[in-house]
């Protein structure tokens, strides 16, 4: 695209990334002469001093799995003392189990499909299946919820793809997800939590779920904790997003700051009625210390009087990015963005307040690369900026290369962007 106008404030996209795993060496062989390296059969792995074969610890899991047997992957735990349910899968059949805590099933349905890797269901299955019309809900199992059952086709895959939606709301984080195949074909769902589960699951305990709280200005975060037990709740935030939530010690990582109950203030609710109902907490934060900790990964946690967790959540922030860069008479919302010429000289600026770089990517009119340029971050407007010469970025292609976080992968992503405000775009999008 030419270089032109650009504002935004997130950035989506799919990443394929590789991983390169290679050996360091100085140049010369650190192994003494006549000397025998330390080597272990599997599972086992050397301990830390170089000198037994020891058995590794276990693998760190999320709250409610643990690791397998091999201890190479996590799983949910099976219990036995759990009921049984009133229904099991058939040859030839899946069933997955849907419990949502407040019982309320009204408009949900199951979005199925083939592929490649996931080649399950039969033809009469999938017939009339769409977005808009997905599988119904079969049945109600007293203690696990609602449950479909799904016809496989013959020799089907050992997956099954599926996404539980009422409309446009997407459960288990709105992603695409996989249900095992293998076994007893029974897979179980709990509202609100990422994972799917091929053992029987009525509760997880305490564990991030969702991204129920709204950080809607920049000292008052909404939230149903909805416990009586509540005595505070901490905004946990990371630079790094190495945040780890502990069911029983709350989140380990980075720095946070303490909310109170309180009140919100009349203004926000008007912006946000439908928020309204939320319980309302008054965060002890300044502005400058909330804008770095939205450069991050954030979390929301709520503790009883004596620490420990009763909740956890990840936080929405449209509201709190509003109030700290466009609620003033000379910040964001009044700033030129996009390209600016003063003479010779061409400024690009992008509006990215949680961004921790942005790189502008230059190309020539052949679509090679033609220069990265390290923009500026000013504070006050969370708008990132590069000046350079007519002779450097006139009518030159480009794109954004943004680092920021990314909920998807609770990781710091490089993400590059095409400029929607640009007056052309090329056929690879630069």
């Given amino acids: ?38 080597t272990c059969n599997a599972p086992l792995v050397i301990n830390d001093a170089g000198t037994a074969c020891v058995i590794p610890p276990p693998i760190s899991c999320p709250v409610g799995l643990v690791p397998n047997e091999t201890n190479d992957a996590c799983v949910a735990p099976v219990n036995d ?4 349910p009133s229904v099991v899968a058939g040859p030839d059949q899946a069933i997955l189990f849907y419990n949502r805590p407040d019982g309320d099933y009204d408009g949900y349905e199951l979005h199925i499909w083939n592929n490649g890797q996931c080649d399950a269901y039969t033809d009469a299955q999938m017939e009339g299946i769409t977005w808009t019309s997905g599988a119904v809900i079969a049945g109600y199992d007293d203690n696990y919820g609602a449950y479909w059952i799904l016809d496989l086709k013959d020799g089907h895959s050992e997956c099954g793809n599926y996404i539980i939606h009422a409309g446009d709301d997407k459960e288990q984080g709105g992603a695409d997800k996989i249900m095992d195949l293998t076994g007893d074909r029974m897979n179980w769902v709990l509202s609100g939590v990422t994972e799917t589960f091929s053992s029987k699951i009525l509760e997880l305990g305490v564990s991030v779920t969702g991204s129920a709280a709204h950080w809607v200005d920049t000292n008052t975060l909404l939230w149903n904790v909805g416990d009586p037990a509540l005595s505070e709740v901490r905004v946990h935030n990371s630079d790094a997003a190495d945040l780890v939530f502990d069911a029983e010690n709350g989140v380990t990582g980075g720095s946070s700051v303490a909310g109170a109950p309180g009140e919100a203030p009349a203004a926000s609710l008007e912006k946000f009625p439908h928020l309204a109902g939320l319980e309302a907490f008054t965060l002890d934060v300044d502005a400058a210390t909330a804008k770095s900790m939205l450069r991050g990964e954030t979390m929301a946690v ?6 420990a967790p009763l909740g956890a959540t990840r936080i929405q922030i449209p509201g709190v990015l509003d109030d700290l860069y466009t609620s003033g008479e000379d910040d964001a919302d009044e700033a030129a963005l996009g390209p600016v010429y003063d003479g010779d000289a061409v400024t690009a600026a992008v509006w990215a307040p949680t961004a921790q770089s942005v790189n502008l990517l230059v190309y020539g009119a052949d679509k090679s690369p033609a220069g990265t340029h390290a923009m500026v971050r000013d504070d006050v407007t969370g708008i ?9 970025l006139d009518r030159m292609f480009y794109r954004y290369e943004v680092s920021v976080f990314y909920a998807g992968t609770s990781n710091i992503e490089d993400f590059e962007a095409t400029d929607p405000y640009s007056v052309s775009l090329s056929t690879n999008g630069r």
Avoid: H
């Fill in 1 to 38: 695209m030419n270089i032109s106008a650009k504002s935004f404030m997130y950035v989506s996209a799919l990443l394929i990334m590789s991983v390169l795993v290679s050996a360091c060496s100085s140049g010369e062989d650190s192994t003494d002469s006549g000397a025998v390296l330390l």
């Fill in 81 to 84: 003392s759990l009921p049984d």
């Fill in 384 to 392: 990132w900026s590069y000046t350079g010469t007519r002779a450097q």
């Fill in 302 to 307: 709520a503790y009883d009087v004596d620490g």
